[in-house]
């Protein structure tokens, strides 16, 4: 246990000594800046082999926190699915510090990024260890607010950290991101506080463990006021659809790559937008329980919710990825898809009894995969971004000249993405699908099969934009102007080589893993909380067999078309968008982010402050004159020649003098009276 | 055992008022120091006897006064000491911070003058300041609703007085027109204190109770409520702060942000803890009222682009999250209330003292014209978020904690009248969003992109530390109160939950 106690405060200790150590030498602030992760991530490590014995498990640890009005207990709590998480986020999060050393290097503001970075990891730990919601909500909020800070980190917003554009698509300076992502994920927390507080009215607890045990007494007094659990559904998802960035609040993310690479890396691989996913997983023994035991319908609203939001997300992002011309935004688009894919997974856990493992795990694993192969792809991003002097991938081409070892890391990574097998991005994709087929739900099957689709294509295309193709004119430029594009430092090929390494060896292991992911949550979830599951039934048809092979197909169908145009580039696909007036169009309207991001624009932010300059100019202005003026002046008219003796409105102090003493005089004496 | 402990946190700041008016020529500049540690004893005073409060004590003093009906009596309990602590930490932050800012302002005001012009401006704003901690204190511990009238009545004084001579540009008719709606609160609290006065026998709070069920009750209540919902600025009586806000010298500002305060103090211990039962029928219209405010007061300080005038607009809606506490009469929303208050005036005294000093170093008010201070007056950035986030609950800010337990009364009070109540729980709840909007967004206007223009040749950096340390450590009070709230919540709770409310 203490060595999950450990792995949340070493991250804290670091965000305290590291402007302390900066003082002295930046070189002590350096290494208590990457060792305190290490140490964190040590710890992390150290729970792994409760995982392969989950009987022992959950262990919990607490202290009171606070005992009145109500009891809340600051607490950490150890169990399959909160060590996972830990790992995860710990480990990923200590690669990407390594990588920082080098990629950071001779920034002005490093201390103040280290220790934001740290708090970053720390909030995170927190929030993913946490025993309560409480806890988890103060983990919650501060790393919405580190994600702001980190993403603004260029605060001074210098046109070459902008990102957007070629014009006249508009460009966003970091600051304007970092305050996009707060106020969008903000909206979504806010509302899940409402939703985390009617379960408090009903369950009287906020421990996570109580909940899910309670839940027999307190699920059927809220189903007593009808579309009283839809409701706390709805909001309750609202602060994971923020995080995570799902639809409708999705719109923040594409633009959080403004900060630096690294810091893309942890938001996308590591914290920020898992954060959602595991909160997901961490409601779903509630739900599952109240509609599947207790038979309230409305508890199924919470799944439905999930799965379609993910399916939706994951495709929509997956075209916007499609024409995406920035680098990393093209990767931020794959995040928010490849998140909803685990939505997908955790959202038709509670569809049907023969889905809950299977849907969990998948989720899970997903999300383990996703976090090693996307911190690979932005980390690499980062290094090639800092070559070519350009975020634009038509700026780039041929790049692995230059950046071999880059090249066969990010190969590594987005063949993962694609999830072509071996990769863990091809078992733990493959799971996805494999549990919504389990769980009938053949919509989001098709659309998901779909996406697999555009995802391949973009993937494809960013690999061939980037390393294959004649050498753009931008680079020519550069090499022109004396730059020399080259591989990265040593911190940073090592931490991309690394996750590439990890890559390859959890392909290798991907079944192995998927089966003690599968019966960590077997015993969590129907040991131990006693949750009813069916067995899938044995069909006539394998479907492990059809969805592989489907995946593998849908991978083809969208590789091969990317493969002729941007690796060998048969065909020049500028040609084709001439050529073919509904091609522009999809290309125009996926360009537009599917005129969402416009939409947001036009009606949240101009709409708020044109209100405002509204409650301002006309409602409070207007007020302001009535009472202030038209009042005084209507008196003043009326009794002009008597007031005119006791005129207190006035610029003349001394009238103002008088009167407030004969006031207080008379007052005074009035009550002595 | 101190004696008179809380008599003297009354006191001592009028002795050192007369001290310094008396020798305002021989202390001359020495007056802000004096001035200050006067209310660091009284604060040291206050943390005494608010860990006997934590312990369980509940202090009293008697004092005859005018006859037996007009006494002076004074309680400290679990309710009264923590605000005056935490008022009283802010008043002594204040003083340090205007030693600097008051010497800025006279020149700003009144140019070159001789030493002994000056030092009469300068020794006048301390000893007038003091009546702040006075009027603030006796309101917290009188046990008499003539006295409570009485310190209610102290108020505008020095604020009246402080704003003519130090304020801004319109300052004396502001000042008028702030001492107009004092007035105007004051008869009120009057007329419902003397209906009191006739159906109870006596003006003491603590037989207010005997009221409960008779007709009259209902009317003492509204009396008095709108004295405090036009001090707390709720709207529709809201005009008035902004003009105050905008145009009082910046050292006192975040007083004022206590003065409007103050008023959930009294609505608590007056109303709520003596007459819940008839208090309940004006639940539900003060929440919709708060709600309206909220949001109205959060899209007014969205307009802003003076930023006195901002800072002086967002207290409009925050002082409504307080009331929506409080009317919606749970003990967690109560006691959340008016730990909201508390951290919501540490979080508005630090973001006006910052916009103080934004004025001070840069000589200009439109924040529009400011843009890319961070580099230059870091510590002034880190104030000003810092005041962000106390205002927008982040933690480990004390509005954080505050939020979740006023919330959870909230909601509670909510889900027992479903659908108003919920709705307004819910809307109430994702208002909050506009203050992390407004705040926010004017960091980002503020400190970050590039510098100004026309900003950057002047000398513009950090003010000194005797401005920026005191709200350093307030923000410090935040922090602990934030980290460990049980300290404020479990003396509220003393008091607050022995109500019989839900």
Redesign the interface.
Known sequence: MKFAWLCVLFPFIGVLSIPVLAKVHSKFRDFAAVFLPFLSALASLMLLPYLFNPESLPIESSVV??????VVEFGILVDPLSIILANVVAVISFIITVYCLGYMKGDPDITRFWTLVNLFIGSMLLLVLSNNF?LL??GW??VG?CS?ALI?HY????KKYWIGGPPPTKYA?P??CG?KA??VT??GD??M??GI??I??YSGTLNLHELIKTSSSWMPAMAE?PGMIILVSF?LLAGPIGKSAQFPLHEWLPEAMAGPGPVSALIHAATMVKSGVYLVARLIPIFYYGYWVTGIGEASTFFTITAWVGVITAFVAATQGLVALELKKALAFSTVSQIGYMWIGLGVAGLSPSALVSGATSGIFHLLSHAVFKACLFLCAGSIIHAAHSIYMTEMGSMRKYMPLTWIFMLVAALSLMGLPPLPGFWSKDAILLSSLEAQAISIFVLAMVTVTLTSFYTTRLIGMVFYGPESMHVKHVKQAGGNPHEADRTMWGACAVLAGIIVLLGFLGPRVEHLLSAAFQSDLVGRLHLPVKHPENHSINYHLVVSVLSVLSVMLGALPAYFLYIVRKKDPRVLLNKFAILQILHGFFWRRWFIDGFYYKVFVDG??K???F???Y??DG??NL??RKFPDLITRKFHGVLIHFR??T?V?FY?ITY?LI??IG?LLV??W | MIPHILLQTIVVPVLASIFIFLTRHRIGRKAGWVAGFSLLYTTGLLIIASARAYHGEVIVEKYPF?GSN?TFDLLGDGLSLPVALIINILCTALAFYSIHYVEHRIEAIYGEVDEHTWLNHYTRFFWLFLGFPLAFLGVCFVKNL?AMY?FL?VLP?PL?FIM?FFGYIDR??V???C?LWA?FGASCFLAGTVIIYYQVGNFNISDLHTLAGHPAAFWVILLILVALLAKMAVV?F??WM??VHAEHPTCIAGLLAVYANIAAYVMVRVIVYPLYEDFKIFSMPLMIMALITMV?GS??????TDVKRFAACSTISQLAYSLLGISALT??SV?GGMFFFLGHIIGKTILFSTAGILVYSTGIRDMRQMG?L??KMPITATLWIMGA?AL?G??PMSS??AE??M??GI??SG?QT?PSGLII??LG??A???T??YT??SV?II????LNLSLANGEIKDPPLSMSVPLLLAGSVSIILGVY??LV??LF?LVV?GLPIP
């Open positions: 926190w606070l005992s009145v009005p109500f409480l909500f103060i909020k501060l607010l702001y603004g605060y001074k917003d210098e300076s600051t304007h305050l707060l106020v903000s909206f806010l509302i506080l409402g507080l009617i408090f009215f006021t909001l708020a402050l209100l405002a300059d409650v301002a100019d409602l409070e007020f302001d009472v202030h207190t409105d610029d102090f103002n407030i006031v207080f007052l009550i002595l | 005018a007009i003539v009485f009545e004084i009246y003519a004396v008719r000042a008028m027109l001492l007035f529709p809201q005009v902004p003009w109205y899209l007014l300080t969205l307009a802003q003990i967690f006691e890319g961070g580099p986030m927008s982040f933690p954080f904690p979740w337990i919330f959870t909601f509670k889900i479903i729980a819910i709840a994702v909050i969003i506009l992390a909007a926010f967004r980002k400190f970050f992109g590039p709230p049980k919540i479990k709770h939950g």
